[in-house]
């Protein structure tokens, strides 16, 4: 059973914009904060942002100002709107669910439920 789906990557030059969706299944969507990690090859994924069920919201600082996060409850998904993208936001990005917004740390720790991933890439 298919919980999370990514969409709305693609190839963007820097300083555009590129808008990222994850459609959540309503069992997982109910009740879980959200939020999306990034990686490239070779190094571990790492958090750009969450948000709770109630709308608060965590960045890594590198995109605080430049990436918004929001979901939402109605339509069971979240968004993460990027803008004033850089090269060095290219990576894939996952989607995922966790029951406690205050467990989503800068490296994902007991994350069980995951997108499949959507590529971004940003050329200079």
């Known amino acids: 059973q298919v919980q999370l789906v990514e969409s709305g990557g693609g190839l963007v030059q820097a300083g555009g914009s590129l808008r990222l969706s994850c459609l959540a299944s309503?069992?997982?969507?109910?009740?879980?904060?959200m939020g999306w990690y990034r990686q490239t090859p070779g190094k571990e994924r790492e958090l750009v942002a969450a948000i709770s069920t109630g709308g608060t919201t965590k960045y890594a600082d590198s995109v605080k100002g430049r990436f918004t996060v929001s979901r939402d409850n109605a339509e069971n998904t979240m968004s993460l709107q990027m803008n004033s993208l850089k090269p060095e936001d290219t990576a894939v990005y996952y989607c995922m669910a966790h029951p406690w917004f205050s467990g989503i740390s800068y490296y994902p720790t007991n994350i069980r439920i995951w997108g499949q991933g959507t590529q971004v890439t940003v050329s200079s």
């Open positions: 309503p069992s997982t969507f109910s009740g879980n904060a």
